[in-house]
């Protein structure tokens, strides 16, 4: 999972790259559009195109034979429970290209999170960075201590949280930039990355979390994973973003999600796809 996740990141990195300080609804048409195509050409690929449109047809049949017998009450029950029928037997052939198609998507999905998702830490405004240790470590107050590298400053002494074997530190950043904060517990020792802006950054990565375990990896990418059993996660709190779209403040998956079914059916006569 790791090198799929390092690939995926070098990758959506390089592809966000010439979008960086633009507003994020841009990085993401793109992002949308580019989804759009690939997904028509897989589904196209994968699916039985000629069923697909045999059924679609018999859709519309019942849809005209409701409103040609309007009065007739048993004609468009009949209908409507063709209707269900044949709706069934679409989701059954959609069932190979939904397959294909969504566990790419799912990686994708938690690629651009850490891009869209959050903003990045302001100079001059605090923020929390929290180490969850192993579960051998969960007895006494640990002696784990937080090496801040110049250009962030622990502001406040650490607070110990038994009940979440959870070590937690103030920091504030005192200028713009990428930094690597190291937190050392005896003999290990582990680094997390922090990014810090004055400015516009959107499509820029941030990795609220760093964690260690497969599932924990699928779903917090940005990161490699910890490389030592002493800590569970290193955590840094990062505001949550969303996405401006004339005015409206909307969570980035609403927007990628309507701009990917809007391009799709854009281009499905394009691509000569029935979906």
């Known amino acids: 999972m790791s090198i799929v996740n390092a690939v995926l990141r070098a990758a959506v990195d390089g592809l966000l790259f010439p979008f960086r300080g633009l507003p994020p609804i841009v990085g993401l048409a ?4 580019l989804t759009s195509v690939l997904l028509l050409i897989v589904f196209k690929k994968t ?5 697909l449109e045999a059924v679609k047809r018999k859709i519309h049949a019942c849809l005209f034979e409701i409103r040609l017998f309007n009065d007739d009450f048993r004609s468009i029950f009949r209908a409507q ?3 269900l029928r044949h709706n069934l037997t679409y989701l059954r052939y ?4 939904m397959i294909w198609t969504l566990p790419p998507l799912v990686l994708l999905i938690a690629q651009l999170q850490f891009h869209y998702g959050y903003e990045s830490l302001r100079v001059g ?6 180490a969850t240790v192993g579960t051998s470590d969960t007895g006494s107050k640990p002696a784990i201590r ?17 009940s979440l074997s959870e070590m937690a530190w103030r920091i504030e950043p005192r200028s713009a930039g990428d930094y690597e904060l190291r937190i050392v517990n005896g003999s290990e020792s582990v680094t997390k990355s922090v990014r810090v802006m004055d400015g516009s950054d959107s499509a820029v990565l941030r990795s609220p979390l760093r964690v260690r375990g497969f599932l924990d990896e699928l779903l917090y990418p940005a ?18 973003a969303d996405v401006d779209v004339f ?10 999600f309507v701009l990917s079914i809007a391009f799709a059916f854009l281009l499905r006569g394009t691509f000569k796809v029935t979906i």
């Open 94 to 97: 959609s069932t190979v290209p």
């Open 247 to 256: 005015g409206i403040e909307l969570h980035w998956m609403i927007v990628y």
């Open 81 to 83: 429970l063709e209707i």
């Open 125 to 130: 405004v605090p923020a929390l960075v929290k």
């Open 146 to 162: 937080l090496e801040a590298a110049p250009g962030l400053e622990v502001i406040e002494p650490p607070v110990w949280i038994p």
């Open 47 to 51: 699916s039985n195109q000629k069923a």
């Open 30 to 33: 793109v992002v949308s559009l």
């Open 223 to 240: 990161e490699a994973p910890l490389p030592s059993d002493a800590f569970e996660s290193i955590a840094v709190t990062y505001p949550e």
